[in-house]
């Protein structure tokens, strides 16, 4: 169980990302978190795993508290957190197979790096993922080669190598064509319903939010604005979270 | 352009300061021409003072004697000194009568007009059937029993080979005819068809052959009798090659000087083969055997003969005549192609050794890996205490694995022995120390054990270097006796081993460091942890006083060894006191703000340091290492590698810090520590720029290398500065050749392999 606790964060340039957002989630489930461009959702994320420190406020994973854990802890946290980007974040230059096999960093002995080794468990567990995201036959590829709808179920597999508990996907499919989209919104669930990982996935259109997740989260100017389920957001809650000229569009 | 200025200006009266806006942009524009003719004032000013500076001189441009030294200098830089001809006389006589009265012959080419005339008259003399624009010079024979010529005139023929010249006749009066000659030189031999030209190097008037015959015996004279005879054989290089002296007994001891003989002998000589066997007196010289491989060309050897006990020299001569080919490839271009090459490894050493340092360092330069490095206050106070103590550690105990390894130092196969064992030990431990997968929270036995381990691995490792580096030493030093031509290998597995022994003592002083470093930051971990806040506080301060002290005294450590004040209170107590009050308040200071960014310390600190190096000239830098090491290629490799480590960390930083953050982000978020992101985010992502940097710097290299010669950094650029100097420009245009062609060549190599790589 994720609990986040009055959770604030302030930029050293004095923006104020997120002020007092509280939550909790619960294992197991699929949370959308939508919200306008900069109103903080990509900042919540990696305050979770605490890829940006937050200011204020109390991160608990399973009780043990993530805001106060040593360089240790949290590598041993990070590591049963896989993380999906928008950009999907692929060493360009680097094979398809070691961008996927980056996810069992958290795992190796750091020394090994020098050596650019990986255990022989852990080269067929990648393979075994690029298997899952379809994408066996262009393990030897170089990353560049590859079309986003690929990049991404790349960013995918490297997640699912870190055999995580909770995937933090920072709007997975902003950079792609609809189609795209749900075949990745499809893999996400998969990985939700199949191996029971906990998500929390920043979205931006309200149909993958109603189609895919279980329950919604509403960030406006780094205050929680709405929380509950998706078929819960009707014009007026929409009108609240987006501002009064917007409109819908999916 | 004024228009819309206009528009703009009255579309938004309401956003800029009602009142206010109108007026000043007004004031603005009418004071504008004002400003225009200010700005061309002292533009004009600024421009004046400049040549004045320069001295600007546009006459010297357009004098007379001016351009006709350049035109000298051009037309000898467009006759670069390649091809050496060696040259025949060819001269045509034709006789005068001074005064008129005897009778002369004409020549049908050399016609002089009229045939006799006075001292002091003036005659003219054309010239027909010359090779097409060719030199020759006018000489009066006078009538006298000695050999002597008065030169009249040189000039060149035309295009028809016939010359004109007017002469006036010397003061040289006599009954007989007289001659003038005209004399040119004719250049041996065609690249088509090269002849042999033999010259009489010995001065012995008999034709020797420079090629040693089937029994490789060579008999010759060295002018010089004296008691107790020494003879030095001398390469064309003009090196010492081989040394004998004829003691009481004679006995050939071949390179040892014995008796009182100071004669300098190159230390290292190239083994040719040639040998002194025999020394006997013969009328007034010595005759001297020799002895060599059949077939081995003796052309330009010489022989030194010495007093054999003052060492007093007696006499050089050329062991044999020499066989030349002509045209030739010249001495300069031979000269320049060795000297040329010098430059092309003087740039590579260099960029290599610069490269080397500047991969490490560009990390700590890049402000977006060193911007997120902070450290508590405690910590960091008690890695200051441990750095130089750990460092001084080290240091000791290298000294101490030395003096353990001395005696096995001249028994290779003990030292391949603890080579072995010790790499193999080391490779083990760490092993068994780093297990591959961490599965689970390591207890604090495993902690304390796998640390044990890793410091013992690390040493065992250090040892393994320093015997890898006396190895390496025997070895290469054996092997060049050994190789012969390419004992130069051996030389450079002998300087590597004396590399690995300096970087050992650094190393061991780094490991040192870092091991005291990781301890004391577990120990300032471990204080946060147990203590209670106040206490921290005033242990912070505390141990921030002995940081800044120890650091402020080593500091004064290093000001009193350049200014030489040694005197405890400047350069102790002082130092101490004023550190111990910095201390105090970095720590007051970091415990206010919690942490102290010392990332960005080291990168403020290692981003200086790149730049005040950088921005010292390469060629001053030589200077100072041609002081150091002496002068020659090896000083200006230094210089140049100091320069370049600096500019490539630099350059390469920048590479880091323009890297995309996405990558970072992604593998830090997997649980990897800094040194994985760094590896699997970093890494290959730098590359291609890293290589293009590179290449770009090792073209740099090149074009630099080849003026750190006129500071005697080495290179081609000394020959280059001697023979501008002498007023050799042919030579001068053959150095200046080659620079061109080397660099052009690097330029075009590296472009291309930048595109190929990058």
């Known amino acids: 169980m994720l609990q986040v606790e009055h959770l604030t964060k302030v930029y050293e340039n004095g923006t104020v990302a997120l002020e007092d957002v509280s939550f909790t989630v619960p294992d197991g489930q699929f949370l959308a978190i939508i919200g306008l461009s900069g109103s903080g959702k990509s900042t919540l994320l990696r305050c979770i795993n605490r890829l940006i420190e937050p200011t204020e406020g109390r991160i608990l994973w399973n009780g043990e508290d993530i805001t106060a854990a040593?360089?240790?802890?949290?590598?041993?946290?990070?590591?049963?957190?896989?993380?999906?980007?928008?950009?999907?974040?692929?060493?360009?230059?680097?094979?398809?197979?070691?961008?996927?096999?980056?996810?069992?960093?958290?795992?190796?002995?750091?020394?090994?790096?020098?050596?650019?080794?990986?255990?022989?468990?852990?080269?067929?567990?990648?393979?075994?993922?690029?298997?899952?995201?379809?994408?066996?036959?262009?393990?030897?590829?170089?990353?560049?080669?590859?079309?986003?709808?690929?990049?991404?179920?790349?960013?995918?597999?490297?997640?699912?190598?870190?055999?995580?508990?909770?995937?933090?996907?920072d709007e997975p499919v902003a950079s792609l064509d609809p189609v795209l989209a749900h075949s990745i919104m499809r893999y996400l669930e998969a990985i939700n319903e199949e191996d029971g990982v906990t998500v929390l996935c920043s979205l931006h259109f309200l149909d993958l939010v109603h189609r895919y997740s279980d329950r919604a989260i509403a960030l406006k100017e780094g205050k929680l604005v709405f929380d509950g389920l998706p078929s819960e957001i009707d014009d007026e809650k929409f009108k609240e979270i987006y501002g009064q000229e917007a409109e819908r569009v999916g | 352009m004024a228009d819309i200025r206009e528009r703009t200006e009255t579309d938004q009266p309401a956003a800029g300061h009602d009142g206010g806006g109108e007026p000043s942009t007004a004031g603005r524009r009418r004071r504008r021409p004002f400003l225009i003719a200010v700005g061309i004032v002292v533009a004009v000013v600024v421009y004046a003072l400049a040549f004045e500076h320069t001295q600007v001189d546009l006459t010297q441009i357009s004098s007379e004697t001016r351009r006709a030294s350049l035109e000298r200098i051009l037309r000898a830089l467009a006759h670069p000194d390649l091809v050496t001809y060696d040259t025949r006389e060819e001269t045509i006589e034709v006789e005068i009568a001074i005064p008129c009265g005897p009778e002369v012959t004409p020549h049908p080419d050399l016609v002089i007009e009229p045939s006799c005339g006075d001292p002091g008259e003036s005659v003219t003399i054309t010239g027909t059937g010359f090779e097409p624009r060719e030199f020759v010079e006018l000489r009066f024979v006078p009538d006298t029993e000695f050999d002597i010529t008065l030169r009249l005139a040189s000039v060149n023929a035309d295009s028809d080979g016939r010359f004109q010249v007017d002469v006036v006749l010397p003061d040289r009066p006599s009954e007989r005819a007289?001659?003038?000659?005209?004399?040119?030189?004719?250049?041996?031999?065609?690249?088509?068809?090269?002849?042999?030209?033999?010259?009489?190097?010995?001065?012995?008037?008999?034709?020797?052959?420079?090629?040693?015959?089937?029994?490789?015996?060579?008999?010759?004279?060295?002018?010089?009798?004296?008691?107790?005879?020494?003879?030095?054989?001398?390469?064309?290089?003009?090196?010492?090659?081989?040394?004998?002296?004829?003691?009481?007994?004679?006995?050939?001891?071949?390179?040892?000087?014995?008796?009182?003989?100071?004669?300098?002998?190159?230390?290292?000589?190239?083994?040719?083969?040639?040998?002194?066997?025999?020394?006997?007196?013969?009328?007034?010289?010595?005759?001297?055997?020799?002895?060599?491989?059949?077939?081995?060309?003796?052309?330009?050897?010489?022989?030194?003969?010495?007093?054999?006990?003052?060492?007093?020299?007696?006499?050089?001569?050329?062991?044999?005549?020499?066989?030349?080919?002509?045209?030739?490839?010249?001495?300069?271009?031979?000269?320049?192609?060795?000297?040329i090459l010098e430059t092309v490894f003087l740039a590579l050493v260099a960029t290599t050794a610069g490269l080397l340092v500047a991969v490490p360092l560009s990390f700590i330069a890049a402000r977006n890996i060193m911007r997120d490095i902070s450290v508590t206050v405690t910590n960091l106070v008690l890695i200051l205490i441990a750095v130089p103590v750990g460092a001084a550690l080290g240091v000791l105990a290298s000294r101490a694995a030395r003096d353990l390894v001395a005696p096995f130092s001249d028994d290779a196969l003990a030292l391949v022995g603890v080579l072995v064992v010790a790499v193999a030990l080391a490779y083990g431990i760490a092993r068994m120390a780093l297990p591959t997968v961490e599965d689970h929270v390591p207890t604090r036995a495993e902690r304390v054990r796998r640390a044990v381990l890793l410091v013992v691995a690390g040493a065992l490792a250090l040892v393994g270097l320093l015997v890898l580096a006396l190895l390496f030493q025997s070895a290469g030093t054996a092997a060049r006796s050994v190789l012969g031509w390419f004992g130069f290998v051996g030389s450079f597995v002998a300087d590597l081993g004396e590399i690995f022994d300096v970087a050992f003592v650094l190393i061991a002083a780094l490991a040192g460091a870092g091991v005291l470093a990781q301890l004391a930051s577990k120990l300032g971990y471990a204080i946060r942890r147990r203590t209670p806040r106040s206490v921290v506080g005033v242990l912070d301060v505390v141990m921030g006083a002995a940081a800044g002290a120890l650091w402020a005294v080593l500091v004064g450590q290093v000001i009193d060894w350049f200014y030489r004040i040694d005197e405890f209170r400047t350069v102790v107590l002082i130092p101490a006191v004023v550190g111990a009050v910095v201390g105090v308040l970095v720590a007051l200071r970091g415990m206010q703000r919690g942490e102290v960014r010392i990332g960005l310390s080291i990168y403020y600190a290692a981003r200086t340091v790149f730049n005040t190096l950088r921005s010292i000239e390469p060629l001053v830098m030589a200077i100072v290492f041609v002081v150091w090491v002496g002068a020659g290629p090896f000083a200006g490799s230094l210089a140049l590698a100091l320069h370049t480590a600096a500019a490539l960390a630099k350059l390469y930083s920048e590479q880091v810090e323009s890297i995309s953050p996405g990558p970072i982000e992604a593998v830090r978020a997997t649980g990897a520590n800094r040194l994985q992101t760094i590896i699997y985010s970093v890494v290959p992502q730098i590359v291609p720029p890293y290589i293009s940097f590179t290449m770009y710097r090792w073209d740099i290299n090149v074009r630099m290398s080849t003026i750190l010669g006129f500071v005697g950094g080495g290179g081609i650029g000394s020959i280059l500065q001697q023979n501008i100097n002498l007023l050799n420009y042919r030579a001068a245009a053959v150095q200046m050749l080659a620079i061109a062609i080397v660099v052009a060549t690097m330029d075009w190599a590296s472009s291309r392999l930048r595109e190929r790589y990058v």
Request: charged fraction near 25%; hydrophobic fraction near 40%.
């Open chain 1, 70 to 169: 040593s360089q240790e802890d949290l590598r041993r946290f990070r590591r049963r957190v896989g993380m999906v980007f928008q950009h999907f974040n692929l060493v360009h230059r680097s094979k398809v197979l070691t961008n996927v096999l980056a996810g069992r960093l958290g795992y190796t002995n750091p020394a090994m790096a020098l050596f650019n080794r990986f255990s022989k468990e852990d080269v067929a567990g990648a393979l075994a993922q690029l298997e899952r995201v379809g994408l066996r036959e262009k393990a030897f590829a170089r990353a560049d080669e590859l079309s986003g709808g690929q990049q991404q179920r790349v960013g995918i597999a490297r997640a699912l190598m870190q055999d995580p508990e909770m995937i933090l996907a």
């Open chain 2, 178 to 339: 007289q001659t003038i000659r005209a004399v040119t030189q004719e250049p041996i031999g065609t690249w088509r068809n090269r002849v042999e030209v033999f010259t009489d190097a010995n001065e012995n008037g008999v034709e020797d052959d420079p090629i040693l015959g089937e029994d490789g015996l060579h008999i010759f004279e060295v002018a010089g009798r004296v008691d107790v005879p020494a003879v030095a054989l001398i390469n064309p290089a003009g090196e010492t090659t081989d040394f004998v002296t004829a003691g009481e007994s004679f006995e050939a001891v071949s390179g040892v000087a014995r008796g009182q003989v100071a004669i300098p002998i190159t230390e290292e000589r190239p083994d040719t083969g040639l040998r002194i066997t025999g020394i006997e007196a013969s009328g007034g010289n010595l005759s001297v055997t020799i002895e060599g491989p059949p077939g081995f060309d003796m052309s330009n050897w010489r022989a030194a003969a010495y007093d054999g006990v003052t060492g007093e020299p007696a006499g050089t001569t050329f062991i044999s005549d020499t066989i030349r080919l002509s045209p030739r490839i010249s001495e300069t271009a031979r000269i320049t192609f060795d000297k």
